[in-house]
């Protein structure tokens, strides 16, 4: 476990409330590999929010169809359902979302726990060569500019860091936990 920050309601820190972090970011940005490396160090539980779409959702997209808000409602309840069990249990817990839009973030707030989030970002055409290279996924490239005009990024008053992801995924992992413990 990293010793620059953990999130409380892990191992003897039971009797605190959780603290989960969610992911966010538009496609391409690193959301996965950055969260796995951070449950990973946290030594917390991690999933990844395209477990939680639909089959229609995925289909959609993987159609290059941008989804709607309400079809990312049940989505996003899913993944706060998610969080609030792990608040349940006792355990922190790392989830990725895109959380594009600030009202989706303010519905994953309403999970159990303290939320808090990491905006990884970067410029379009890193994003976009990052999306290009990779394999195995749904979601195309050309569903990227959507993505990123329908971003609103994390506002002052939200509680989270933002990342640029131009380092590797090592480096970008400590300036988060870095930022965390600071915030």
Known sequence: MDTA???SGHAADHHRTPEHVVVMGVAGSGKT???ALLAARLGVEYAEADRFHSDANIAKMSAGTPLTDADR???LAAIRDWLSAE???GRPGVVTCSALKRAYRDELRTARGRVRF???T???ELLAERMAHRSGHFMPTSLLPSQLATLEPLAHDEEGVTVDVAASPEEIAD???ARLAGS
């Open 73 to 75: 409602a049940p989505w």
């Open 5 to 7: 920050v953990t999130l």
């Open 87 to 89: 608040a349940d249990a």
């Open 175 to 177: 300036a988060v936990l």
């Open 122 to 124: 970067g410029s379009p």
């Open 118 to 120: 990491v905006h990884l």
């Open 33 to 35: 590999t950055i969260a």
